[in-house]
């Protein structure tokens, strides 16, 4: 096979997803919404930055923001297994425009102030509690080649990180040519896209018993399938541990711009960016995969990955230096979420896939805002660059761990315990 053959049969192969049309509209218009999202996050954190100039509430506005998906998940996840999953992620994505032009407004108008942005924080954050369980379960109602699914998570991740290269580069130009206030209105606007998107699609209704239970037992019933079915119970834990430890380090970075490189805005869009880059290679790495058999070394050895680049960015002080390393960790970052969300989707069963993917929001997006807390509390006891080493050296001890104590992951993915 010559190296053109070889090269489109990978890229064949890497996007084999893209033949389903709800996927093709949902990766497209998602794909534009989250440039706007990540906009947002930098000129947000910028904001926050500039007129407080602490990292700690740096911490508390990531806090806020994310902590309703820890809380309301596992009963929102409880609804997207009753409701229309469809239904439910329209009304999500209105709701984060609504948001992104309130903020807009007041800051255009200089009258924002720090808990303007903590309740709008807050806000966005309840919907993300809706929209993530609906979001996630939606994936596998979009691909009709059902052996297509684990490709389709790792385009997400793709398509998430492929916003994340873009949106930051732009926010930072952006800010630095007109302010913060642009940045707000340009994300409320790519919205467009994803509703025009979900609009154009044909999914079929699921099928359902008609009958439901109180929330509190089908709640408690999803909790205990996933604690009972070793491979979700392992990665839930796996990500709830990154989540707090492994991925705090964002929260600072705009105190690694400003303060430790001694940059602007535009540094800090292009750390971001360039960690982007970085996990945009971690999903298309494991899109080309054609199975997960090995998928059980791919989370330790990541892990492993992740605790060395935060190791190296902790003692950096160089800027062309801290951009190769964040490049490092955006890589070893995508493979661990990716790889863990495809051994979950893999095993899940189609009636409790809504409340299992909620508890998946609750352990990696959930316990975020306890990680933020943590990167902000720990920045102002000692220094930012010693809170993100101290997250180094418990990702590798993690790694260690993950793979002394717990079992192969190829093992588990064959199915329940």
């Given at each position: 096979?010559?190296?053109?053959?070889?090269?489109?049969?990978?890229?064949?192969?890497?996007?084999?997803?893209?033949?389903?049309?709800?996927?093709?509209?949902?990766?497209?218009?998602?794909?534009?919404?989250?440039?706007?999202?990540?906009?947002?996050?930098?000129?947000?954190?910028?904001?926050?930055?500039?007129?407080?100039?602490?990292?700690?509430?740096?911490?508390?506005?990531?806090?806020?923001?994310?902590?309703?998906?820890?809380?309301?998940?596992?009963?929102?996840?409880?609804?997207?297994?009753?409701?229309?999953?469809?239904?439910?992620?329209?009304?999500?994505?209105?709701?984060?425009?609504?948001?992104?032009?309130?903020?807009?407004?007041?800051?255009?108008?200089?009258?924002?102030?720090?808990?303007?942005?903590?309740?709008?924080?807050?806000?966005?954050?309840?919907?993300?509690?809706?929209?993530?369980?609906?979001?996630?379960?939606?994936?596998?109602?979009?691909?009709?080649?059902?052996?297509?699914?684990?490709?389709?998570?790792?385009?997400?991740?793709?398509?998430?990180?492929?916003?994340?290269?873009?949106?930051?580069?732009?926010?930072?130009?952006?800010?630095?040519?007109?302010?913060?206030?642009?940045?707000?209105?340009?994300?409320?606007?790519?919205?467009?896209?994803?509703?025009?998107?979900?609009?154009?699609?044909?999914?079929?209704?699921?099928?359902?018993?008609?009958?439901?239970?109180?929330?509190?037992?089908?709640?408690?019933?999803?909790?205990?399938?996933?604690?009972?079915?070793?491979?979700?119970?392992?990665?839930?834990?796996?990500?709830?541990?990154v989540s707090v430890v492994g991925m705090s380090?964002?929260?600072?970075?705009?105190?690694?711009?400003?303060?430790?490189?001694?940059?602007?805005?535009?540094?800090?869009?292009?750390?971001?960016?360039?960690?982007?880059?970085?996990?945009?290679?971690?999903?298309?790495?494991?899109?080309?995969?054609?199975?997960?058999?090995?998928?059980?070394?791919?989370?330790?050895?990541?892990?492993?990955?992740?605790?060395?680049?935060?190791?190296?960015?902790?003692?950096?002080?160089?800027?062309?230096?801290?951009?190769?390393?964040?490049?490092?960790?955006?890589?070893?970052?995508?493979?661990?979420?990716?790889?863990?969300?495809?051994?979950?989707?893999?095993?899940?069963?189609?009636?409790?896939?809504?409340?299992?993917?909620?508890?998946?929001?609750?352990?990696?997006?959930?316990?975020?805002?306890?990680?933020?807390?943590?990167?902000?509390?720990?920045?102002?006891?000692?220094?930012?660059?010693?809170?993100?080493i101290a997250s180094g050296v418990l990702c590798?001890?993690?790694?260690?761990?993950?793979?002394?104590?717990?079992?192969?992951?190829?093992?588990?993915?064959?199915?329940?315990?």
């Open positions: 096979m010559n190296l053109s053959s070889q090269v489109s049969s990978f890229f064949q192969n890497s996007l084999r997803a893209m033949k389903s049309r709800n996927y093709r509209l949902f990766f497209f218009g998602q794909g534009i919404s989250l440039i706007g999202t990540w906009i947002q996050r930098v000129a947000m954190s910028w904001l926050v930055y500039r007129i407080t100039n602490s990292a700690m509430l740096l911490g508390t506005v990531e806090f806020v923001g994310m902590l309703p998906t820890f809380l309301l998940a596992p009963f929102t996840g409880v609804l997207a297994d009753r409701w229309n999953r469809h239904t439910m992620m329209l009304g999500t994505q209105i709701g984060f425009t609504l948001s992104a032009l309130a903020l807009g407004l007041l800051v255009v108008t200089e009258i924002v102030q720090v808990w303007h942005i903590l309740v709008l924080s807050a806000i966005s954050g309840i919907v993300m509690a809706f929209d993530v369980p609906a979001r996630q379960s939606l994936v596998v109602d979009m691909v009709e080649d059902k052996r297509d699914l684990g490709n389709a998570i790792a385009l997400n991740s793709t398509m998430f990180n492929g916003a994340r290269l873009v949106g930051p580069s732009i926010a930072g130009l952006v800010i630095a040519a007109f302010g913060e206030w642009v940045c707000f209105f340009i994300n409320a606007a790519t919205f467009v896209a994803v509703i025009a998107a979900l609009l154009a699609m044909k999914i079929a209704p699921r099928t359902t018993n008609g009958t439901h239970r109180k929330v509190l037992v089908e709640l408690k019933e999803g909790a205990v399938y996933a604690y009972r079915t070793v491979p979700i119970r392992a990665t839930l834990i796996l990500m709830a541990f380090y964002m929260t600072l970075l705009p105190v690694f711009a400003k303060d430790v490189l001694q940059g602007g805005p535009d540094t800090l869009g292009f750390l971001m960016a360039i960690t982007g880059v970085g996990a945009v290679g971690g999903a298309f790495y494991l899109a080309s995969r054609k199975d997960n058999l090995t998928i059980d070394w791919q989370i330790p050895a990541s892990l492993m990955l992740l605790g060395l680049g935060l190791l190296a960015l902790g003692g950096s002080r160089i800027v062309w230096l801290s951009y190769a390393i964040v490049l490092v960790t955006g890589f070893a970052q995508m493979v661990i979420i990716a790889s863990s969300n495809t051994v979950i989707q893999t095993v899940v069963d189609e009636d409790k896939r809504g409340r299992v993917m909620s508890l998946y929001a609750m352990a990696f997006m959930g316990m975020a805002p306890f990680g933020s807390l943590y990167a902000g509390t720990s920045a102002k006891l000692f220094t930012a660059p010693v809170a993100v590798v001890f993690g790694a260690v761990l993950f793979t002394v104590r717990l079992p192969s992951l190829r093992k588990m993915t064959a199915g329940p315990a």
